[in-house]
């Protein structure tokens, strides 16, 4: 596992110095994390990557995961999915589900820290177990910015009883009477997923799936979900292919609170219809493969319908990979339209978008250069635990400017 | 040369912000100025500097939130052009740069008053928000020039945005940290009034530091 002095020579020493000083204020405060899974998904990657790092820093610190039965992670998927602003149905028998499940874990989980920060909607309602003194912290990874009302509703009750919430991008954020910060999440440049490959592991991977890299290839790499519009994606690859010949890999995982995942990979093989340039690969959760794969691509889609941040757009800028994306969630945070990737609005849009990179492949190679400096500026893993830091640490001042 | 000996050391600080989001949202210009003369001096300071933070290298937005949110939403080129040319560095504080913020919106929709019928699509509001700045020592002190430039090569951007920025606008001194030492702690006249007259707002931080270096190893040679 990397320590904090392996950042160094990609951010500097003088901001890991900075955030050395940062957490020798904190030194004291006992820290617990609460979220729904220990792997798959970027909530459970960040955690991974951000927990060592804040130990190595001297931060008390824990890691609690809620357990749940089927029918639970079920039903917080439909509320996620609700969050999201898709028209779900969530009868009160399953929110009554949602509210036991929560109620058993308060049980089993030692709540015992001074900053107890919460993970996405799964365990919100574990607040009921807030002691007096403690400071709590829901941490929204959602796109709430056009939530299904009752739903929201529903979580509200539990949100207005926390110190304050965390989105990842200004849209998310909603008139709440607590304070609300803004921080966008990263990714690990020294993980298995970010870290430079030599070119023999690249070809192992393609070779593995069976992909001859004879044309440029066109990347989604996404759960298996109808919020990343893998359909669309196919549909867009179909009206490149009338003029430029190209493959298409669309790869990803399940994560193991999205039981829709596999009913969703279905319809992208249906709707692939047997092309031959079209590789569906289901893998399980395999950084090494996924890094391999958006190397070997000359361009990387992300169509997502919804997002929360979109951390497969920041791993592929921050491979200097030319980006077609949707301009939802935090995606425009990371692309600004023509200067670090193309935004589009539609499967039309996306087409037109991935043809342009085609054709100009240094136009391409430019966007793609603009786009690794961005996120090695703003969203690498050293900047999140930096703002993790001051988050802890506002929790216990109300000023604008802080002296510590 | 000599090397003057400091009467007051210089102890280098490093800040580091945090955003809050304040839950406000603007869907047209008369909204927009409206919460301008609203909101708290950290969100104006927030909306005019965020461009420095996060683009340490150049890049083409416009200088400001403001005109970002006018030239690509309100599609209002003209009133954007005049927000992103207001000269910050001519104002010592945020309450004088709000005033100016407001009046630059007032004049164009009194000049333009169709300007008030356009509105943002859900979604692309503009979204207020604040900086919350955690300020604290580094290890880096300076005794005399000589420390102090070795100390500015070494020192992470963030002290350099502290001292040059943040110290004079919002925290009000009128000018900017370095200048204030060389000036009243090593008797660098001419060096101090160099630095002061330097508009930090057209460069890169990284940008800044290279010129910062350059003037005063320039000075310590010719000394």
Known sequence: MANLNDYQNIV???????????????????????????????????????????KELEIDI??????????????????HNALHGKDVEIGSQELEVYLETNKANIQDIDFSADVVFIHDPQPAALIEARGDVQRWIWRCHIDLSQPQKDV???????????????????SFSQKLPLRQFLIPPSIDPLSEKNKPLPQEVIDKVLEKYQIPDDKPIITQ???????KDPVGVIQAYKMVKRYNDCR??????????????QIVYEEVKAAADSDPDIHIILMPHNDLEVNALQRASAIIVQKSIREGFGL????????AKPVVACAVGGIPLQIKHKYSGLLCHSIEGAAFAIKQLLNNPEYAQTLGRNGREHVKNNFLLTR????????????????????? | MKIKKAKAPFIFYTRHNLTELLGIKAGNLSQLLKYIREVPGASIYHHTHRFLQIHLYLSPEPPNDFSYWVVNIMREDELAERLACIDIIQYSSIRELRDKIATTIEQYLKEYPRAKQRYAKEGQEFHFMKSISFVLPTRYIANNLKEFVLALKEVSIHSIYFHIFESRIRLEKGDNDFSFWLRTSVGENELAEEISRIDPYTFTLEGLRKKLISMIEEHLKSG
Do not use: C
């Open chain 1, 152 to 170: 929201w509703n529903f979580l509200k009750k539990f949100i207005l009883k926390y110190d304050a919430t965390v989105f990842s991008a200004p």
């Open chain 1, 312 to 319: 497969t757009v920041t791993e592929a800028l921050w491979k």
């Open chain 1, 12 to 54: 500097g020493s003088a901001i890991i110095e900075d955030i050395k000083l940062l957490a020798e204020r904190l030194k004291g405060k006992r820290i617990l994390m609460i979220n729904s899974t220990a792997v798959g998904g970027g909530v459970a990657e960040i955690l991974n990557r951000m927990l060592p790092l804040l």
């Open chain 1, 62 to 79: 824990r890691w609690e995961v809620i357990k749940g039965g089927e029918q639970f992670f079920d039903i917080t998927k439909k509320i």
């Open chain 1, 221 to 227: 790499i996404s759960r298996f979900d109808r919020l």
């Open chain 1, 248 to 261: 298409l890999v669309l790869a990803g995982g399940t994560a193991s609170d999205d039981p829709e995942g």
């Open chain 1, 384 to 404: 999140h635990l930096r703002d993790y830091l001051l988050l802890f640490l506002s929790l216990f001042y109300d000023r604008d400017v802080i002296y510590l």
